[in-house]
Nanobody, 114 residues
Framework: QVQLMEFGGGEVQSGRSLKLSCVAT????????MAWYRRAPGQSRELVAR???????NYKDAVRGRFTISRDDAKNIVYLQMDALKPEDSAIYYC????????WGPGTQVTVAS
């Protein structure tokens, strides 16, 4: 049973930090490229960051330099460290295997107040 569960969201002031966790069950993330996505109200889901099996990382331009994606294959967890948060970062954040559009988890809400 493949499942993804996101944790760590919350409400913070602009400029503060949050660290999100994505706990995967039913498959080993060690053999998968993983990614974080987000969906703001009235917007489409967008790719935020991705990380290959060897630790190579890519970011959406709007978050580059502020967000860091990482992975712990032994724990089967993917992380997203978010620093210098801005109101426009407010969204529901999801994780998933890259190039897959199913098995989405419930996401975790991030709200950044100005």
């Amino acid at each position: 049973q493949v499942q993804l569960m996101e944790f760590g969201g919350g409400e913070v002031q602009s400029g503060r930090s949050l660290k999100l966790s994505c706990v995967a069950t039913g498959f080993p993330i060690a053999i998968q490229e993983m990614a974080w996505y987000r969906r703001a109200p009235g917007q489409s889901r967008e790719l935020v960051a991705r990380i290959t099996t060897s630790g190579q990382r890519n970011y959406k331009d709007a978050v580059r330099g502020r967000f860091t994606i990482s992975r712990d294959d032994a724990k089967n967890i993917v992380y997203l460290q978010m620093d210098a948060l801005k109101p426009e970062d407010s969204a529901i954040y999801y994780c998933n295997i890259v190039n897959r559009d199913y098995n989405w988890g419930p996401g975790t809400q991030v709200t950044v107040a100005s």
